[in-house]
Structures are given as structure tokens and as C-alpha cells.
């Protein structure tokens, strides 16, 4: 156990007030703790097990660095505001609680509004979150000096290199003892969520736990180190809440309890459609050909997004140019999904609310004039009647008639999983770059079930992953060119080049 006195130094600004030199800060920090605490990296991963200490240790570190170094700014990140007011904000251990005597003589102020303690120093200790689609942004021009990653898992690759650029001194004057530690980035996470993957790759699988390595310069350069932490690494838990292991032990998954007792990274991959990625299967669009098979999707939603997709299934031949030149060629059977209208209002996960008529109205708008679609399969939930019509009645009436889904929720993961890996290296699914808000930002974003890994979260925002679902799982066959001969078929092929990279985008 270590126990850190912050007492306050002669000549730094306003009085003392600590009363004769008392001390105003009092934390003692677990062994584990500690070793993370002195770590000379700076791009540190304190973390694994649930409740091993992670949150309390970035509180403590933040606080050290505004008492030693004036004028420093720290930022303390959670993904979500509620996550960050309970975790940090409240209870014993939480940021008030420890800064009570130096609040009470002056030295440090909460300011609500700005969510960020100032202290008389000229430190500041940001909570920052990013909870809402943009909320990045207000980043762009911050000059960050010391950044904390609480559950960095949380947090997406494109965030966290996005915050990592801008860790930087500017005009911050450190102190000689502290010149090789500053700037530096310190994150604390439990394994699993939709940053397990790159979180792993960036610092479990490059170097042994503990070992200090140097990051590629391509992916900041700084000096990375893992320390793990496990459960039985904070005693506090155990001696306040005896039961909380036995709780632990008791979720429904071994391979979870594995994870969040003993922060094995292997166990649990949180991101659902690991194998997403935005060089495979995002692709710029180009004219459909006309005799492709083409069809929808929907998945409903009001208070919640709705999801509809528009496909058209590849028939092995080349399709036409696009834009640059560059002809698409797709093997037989590859979907793609050419349109997309996702019902949301911007913010994340928050329908439209309009009514299931507008919707169909809507989806007809969007259509071309002669586009021929062969059948639309939409949520089983659609053809639900309770007091009236049902939501597939009046998607019928307004001249789009549905077709319900397999209603199959593993075997549709499997499906869609299966799709993306593709077959010979070429993906069985692909959408075009035009896909942006639902496909191309919510499915690297799906999380596992939890209690059950062979199936997504459906808390996560899951709605155009269910329609690409009832999409994979509807048995879309081939259409082949009637004017195509045979002689041309079998040229195709003997010389057709096998999909390769050079239709992908970026
Ligand atoms: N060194 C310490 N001294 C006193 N209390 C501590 C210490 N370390 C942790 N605690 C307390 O133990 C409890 C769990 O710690 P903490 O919240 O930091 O764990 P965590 O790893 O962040 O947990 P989770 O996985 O739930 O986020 C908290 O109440 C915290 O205040
Ligand atoms: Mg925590």
C-alpha cells in the first residue's frame, strides 16, 4: 500500500491554507495501483478484471498531476454522461469525496456547468464524455496534457487516435522531475465491449503484461504498457462487499465470468461483426445492372430507428464502370445493399416517430422511376395486430406489401457472419459507401450478448443489423442476363478475374 500525502509547497500560488502544513489529500493505492502509478510509459493500460481498482486509480493519478504540475489540463473520458457522473462524481471513493478538504480551504472548485474541477494552481480536471454523435468535435482544437481513459473498450479505435491527437504540451511548463512523463495518456478498461479488438491489438498482443514497448510510429509512438489487474488486485471490494465475487461468478457465461474476474483478453471479443471492416466491404457506388435481382428490407421502429434496405444480388459478371473507371466485379450471389434510409432524428438510437404510412410513402420516394423490386421482407413484429391494423397492413395499403422473416436469431447471426467472411477472400456482402448511417456506423458497433455469445446485444443499436438479418436469411437468389449466351458465360469463367481488391474503395 502506498499512501500519498499531497501537502502544499511553499510559493505556489495563494496562501497556504493546509494549516501549518497539514495534509489535504490522504490516498492509500493497492500494490497494483501503485505499479501503475509510478509507471515511467505513457501510454499506460491499467486493467481486465471488474472492480480491480481501474476507476479509482485514474481519479487519483488525475488529482496527483493537477496538485505537481500548475496550469496542467486533464481530461478524465467515460463513453456515456450518466456513466461518468456515477462513476467518478459519487459515493466514498468518488472525485468530491476525495477532494473534500482541499474544496473546503479553497484550493479547488467544481464548476457544474463547465464539468471540470479547477484548482488554485491553474489545473484543471475536465469529465468529458462522449455520448452523442459529434460530441468529438468539441475536442478538435484542445490542447490536452494528461488524458484519462476510463473503460476505453467503450470507446471506437477512430476516438481514441482522435483524442490521442490532441495529447500535447503546448505552452505547459512541467517540472524537470516530471519532463519525460508528460504528455501521457493513462486508460483503465475491463476486456469485452466494441473496442475489445483494437484494444488487444494495441496493447495485450504486441508485449508481455508489464513490458514497456514502443507504439509503431504510424499509431502514435509512445511509450505502451499493459498492467493487468485482476479482482483479488483491490482488497477494498473485498472487505466492503464480500459478496460481489460470488455475484461475479454468477453471471450466466463462463467465458464472461473468466473475463471479468480474471481480465483474460482471450475469452471474450466483444464486437459482434468483428470481421467488418470498411477496406472490404464498403464500396462506391455504381449503376445496378438492370437484370440483377433486386429487393428490401425493414426492420420497424418509431421511438426507436427504423432500418430499411435496398439489394441487389451480383451475377458473377462484371457489373458496369463507375465513376473512376474501375469495373465491379462481384462473385455470384454477393449482396449489395445500393440504398439505405435509416429512421433516426441524428441522435443515436432515436426514432423518427412517424407513422407506418409516411414510412411506406417515404421508402417510395426514394425509389427510382421502373425500379423493379421482386419481394420485401420486413420484422415479424410488423404483422403483429393488436388493436386495429397491423404496421404490415398499412405498408400493404400504401402499396408495398411484406413479407415476414425468418424469425431464426442464431442461425441469422451465423448467416450474416458467414456473408461478411465471404468466400476465396472476397466478402458476400457489401454496401455501398452511400450506407452511412445505419450500416456503416452501427454494425462495427454491435456488442455480444453478454449472457449469451452467439448472439448480439439488442441493447446496442441493433436496427439495420435485424434488417440485414431478415436480408441474408430471405434465400435471395441469381438473376442472370437473359441476352448473355452461354459461349459468354464460359468465357466469363475461363478469364474473369476472381474478385480481388481492386473494386474496394478505401
Ligand atoms: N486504493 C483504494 N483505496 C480505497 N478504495 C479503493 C481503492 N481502490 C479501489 N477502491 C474502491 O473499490 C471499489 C472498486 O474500485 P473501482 O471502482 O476503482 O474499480 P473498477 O475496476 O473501476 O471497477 P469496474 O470494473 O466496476 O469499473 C470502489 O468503491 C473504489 O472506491
Ligand atoms: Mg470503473
Given at each position: 500500500m502506498t499512501l500519498i500525502r499531497q501537502k502544499r509547497r511553499a510559493g505556489q500560488g495563494g496562501p497556504d491554507q493546509t494549516g501549518g502544513g497539514g495534509h489535504f489529500l490522504r490516498?492509500?493505492?493497492?500494490?497494483?495501483?501503485?505499479?501503475?502509478?509510478?509507471?515511467?510509459?505513457?501510454?499506460?493500460?491499467?486493467?481486465?478484471?471488474?472492480?480491480?481498482?481501474?476507476?479509482?486509480?485514474?481519479?487519483?493519478?488525475?488529482?496527483?498531476?493537477?496538485?505537481?504540475?500548475?496550469g496542467i489540463q486533464c481530461y478524465l473520458f467515460r463513453k456515456s454522461h450518466?456513466?461518468?457522473?456515477?462513476?467518478?462524481?459519487?459515493?466514498?471513493?468518488?472525485?468530491?469525496?476525495?477532494?473534500?478538504?482541499?474544496?473546503?480551504r479553497g484550493l479547488v472548485k467544481w464548476h457544474d456547468q463547465a464539468r471540470e474541477f479547477r484548482f488554485d494552481n491553474g489545473a484543471i480536471l475536465k469529465l468529458a464524455h462522449l455520448q452523442h454523435e459529434g460530441d468529438l468535435d468539441k475536442y478538435q482544437g484542445a490542447d490536452i496534457h494528461v488524458l484519462l481513459m476510463d473503460e476505453l473498450t467503450h470507446f471506437s479505435a477512430h476516438q481514441y487516435r482522435f483524442l490521442r491527437a490532441r495529447v500535447r504540451l503546448g505552452g505547459l511548463q512541467?517540472?524537470?522531475?516530471?519532463?519525460?512523463?508528460?504528455?501521457?495518456?493513462?486508460?483503465?478498461?475491463?476486456?469485452?465491449?466494441?473496442?475489445?479488438?483494437?484494444?488487444?491489438?494495441?496493447?495485450?498482443?504486441?508485449?508481455?503484461?508489464?513490458?514497456?514497448?514502443?507504439?509503431?510510429?504510424?499509431?502514435?509512438?509512445?511509450?505502451?504498457?499493459?498492467?493487468?489487474?485482476?479482482?483479488?488486485d483491490n482488497p477494498t471490494l473485498a472487505e466492503r462487499d464480500p459478496g460481489y465475487l460470488a455475484r461475479l461468478e454468477g453471471l450466466s457465461h463462463p467465458a464472461l465470468v473468466k473475463a471479468m474476474r480474471d481480465g483474460d483478453w482471450d475469452i471474450v471479443a466483444g464486437q459482434a461483426l468483428e470481421m467488418w471492416s470498411g477496406e472490404r466491404h464498403v464500396i462506391r457506388p455504381f449503376a445496378i445492372p438492370r437484370h440483377w435481382l433486386r429487393f428490401r428490407s425493414i426492420d420497424w421502429g418509431s421511438s426507436k430507428p427504423?432500418?430499411?434496405?435496398?439489394?441487389?444480388?451480383?451475377?458473377?459478371?462484371?457489373?458496369?464502370?463507375?465513376?473512376?473507371?474501375?469495373?465491379?466485379?462481384?462473385?455470384?450471389?454477393?449482396?449489395?445493399?445500393?440504398?439505405?434510409?435509416?429512421?433516426?432524428?441524428?441522435?443515436?438510437?432515436?426514432?423518427?416517430?412517424?407513422?407506418?404510412?409516411?414510412v411506406a410513402s417515404g421508402l417510395l420516394e426514394r425509389q427510382q422511376e421502373g425500379e423493379k423490386i421482386v419481394y420485401t421482407v420486413a420484422d415479424r413484429a410488423m404483422f403483429n395486430r393488436n388493436d386495429g391494423p397491423s404496421v404490415a397492413?398499412?405498408?400493404?395499403?400504401?402499396?408495398?406489401?411484406?413479407?415476414?422473416?425468418?424469425?431464426?436469431?442464431?442461425?441469422?447471426?451465423?448467416?450474416?457472419?458467414?456473408?461478411?467472411?465471404?468466400?476465396?477472400?472476397?466478402?458476400?456482402?457489401?454496401?455501398?459507401?452511400?450506407?452511412?448511417?445505419?450500416?456503416?456506423?452501427?454494425?462495427?458497433?454491435?456488442?455480444?450478448?453478454?449472457?449469451?455469445?452467439?448472439?448480439?446485444?439488442?441493447?446496442?443499436?441493433?436496427?439495420?443489423?435485424?434488417?440485414?438479418?431478415?436480408?441474408?436469411?430471405?434465400?435471395?437468389w441469381v438473376q442472370?442476363?437473359?441476352?448473355?449466351?452461354?459461349?459468354?458465360?464460359?468465357?466469363?469463367?475461363?478469364?474473369?478475374?476472381?474478385?480481388?481488391?481492386?473494386?474496394?474503395?478505401h
Amino acid at each position: 500500500m502506498t499512501l500519498i500525502r499531497q501537502k502544499r509547497r511553499a510559493g505556489q500560488g495563494g496562501p497556504d491554507q493546509t494549516g501549518g502544513g497539514g495534509h489535504f489529500l490522504r490516498v492509500s493505492l493497492h500494490a497494483k495501483q501503485s505499479l501503475a502509478f509510478v509507471s515511467p510509459a505513457t501510454e499506460l493500460l491499467y486493467g481486465g478484471a471488474a472492480g480491480g481498482g481501474k476507476s479509482h486509480l485514474l481519479r487519483v493519478s488525475a488529482i496527483r498531476w493537477c496538485l505537481e504540475v500548475p496550469g496542467i489540463q486533464c481530461y478524465l473520458f467515460r463513453k456515456s454522461h450518466p456513466d461518468l457522473r456515477a462513476n467518478h462524481l459519487r459515493g466514498a471513493g468518488g472525485l468530491p469525496a476525495l477532494l473534500a478538504t482541499a474544496t473546503g480551504r479553497g484550493l479547488v472548485k467544481w464548476h457544474d456547468q463547465a464539468r471540470e474541477f479547477r484548482f488554485d494552481n491553474g489545473a484543471i480536471l475536465k469529465l468529458a464524455h462522449l455520448q452523442h454523435e459529434g460530441d468529438l468535435d468539441k475536442y478538435q482544437g484542445a490542447d490536452i496534457h494528461v488524458l484519462l481513459m476510463d473503460e476505453l473498450t467503450h470507446f471506437s479505435a477512430h476516438q481514441y487516435r482522435f483524442l490521442r491527437a490532441r495529447v500535447r504540451l503546448g505552452g505547459l511548463q512541467v517540472p524537470d522531475r516530471y519532463a519525460a512523463l508528460l504528455p501521457r495518456i493513462e486508460c483503465a478498461t475491463n476486456p469485452g465491449s466494441i473496442g475489445h479488438a483494437w484494444v488487444k491489438r494495441s496493447w495485450i498482443e504486441p508485449a508481455p503484461p508489464f513490458q514497456i514497448h514502443t507504439a509503431p510510429t504510424d499509431d502514435g509512438g509512445m511509450q505502451r504498457q499493459y498492467i493487468p489487474a485482476r479482482l483479488a488486485d483491490n482488497p477494498t471490494l473485498a472487505e466492503r462487499d464480500p459478496g460481489y465475487l460470488a455475484r461475479l461468478e454468477g453471471l450466466s457465461h463462463p467465458a464472461l465470468v473468466k473475463a471479468m474476474r480474471d481480465g483474460d483478453w482471450d475469452i471474450v471479443a466483444g464486437q459482434a461483426l468483428e470481421m467488418w471492416s470498411g477496406e472490404r466491404h464498403v464500396i462506391r457506388p455504381f449503376a445496378i445492372p438492370r437484370h440483377w435481382l433486386r429487393f428490401r428490407s425493414i426492420d420497424w421502429g418509431s421511438s426507436k430507428p427504423f432500418s430499411i434496405g435496398w439489394w441487389a444480388v451480383a451475377d458473377g459478371n462484371d457489373g458496369p464502370l463507375n465513376k473512376d473507371g474501375i469495373p465491379h466485379i462481384l462473385a455470384a450471389g454477393t449482396l449489395v445493399r445500393y440504398r439505405e434510409w435509416y429512421g433516426w432524428n441524428g441522435a443515436p438510437d432515436q426514432g423518427l416517430r412517424i407513422t407506418a404510412r409516411q414510412v411506406a410513402s417515404g421508402l417510395l420516394e426514394r425509389q427510382q422511376e421502373g425500379e423493379k423490386i421482386v419481394y420485401t421482407v420486413a420484422d415479424r413484429a410488423m404483422f403483429n395486430r393488436n388493436d386495429g391494423p397491423s404496421v404490415a397492413e398499412h405498408f400493404a395499403r400504401a402499396g408495398v406489401p411484406l413479407r415476414p422473416s425468418d424469425s431464426a436469431r442464431k442461425a441469422g447471426f451465423q448467416e450474416v457472419r458467414a456473408r461478411l467472411i465471404g468466400t476465396d477472400g472476397a466478402p458476400g456482402l457489401v454496401v455501398f459507401d452511400t450506407c452511412r448511417d445505419g450500416a456503416i456506423r452501427t454494425l462495427p458497433n454491435l456488442v455480444l450478448d453478454r449472457d449469451d455469445p452467439e448472439d448480439v446485444d439488442t441493447r446496442t443499436e441493433d436496427h439495420t443489423y435485424d434488417e440485414l438479418r431478415y436480408a441474408c436469411m430471405s434465400r435471395p437468389w441469381v438473376q442472370r442476363s437473359p441476352r448473355r449466351s452461354s459461349a459468354g458465360d464460359r468465357w466469363q469463367q475461363a478469364f474473369a478475374p476472381r474478385p480481388s481488391a481492386h473494386w474496394r474503395t478505401h
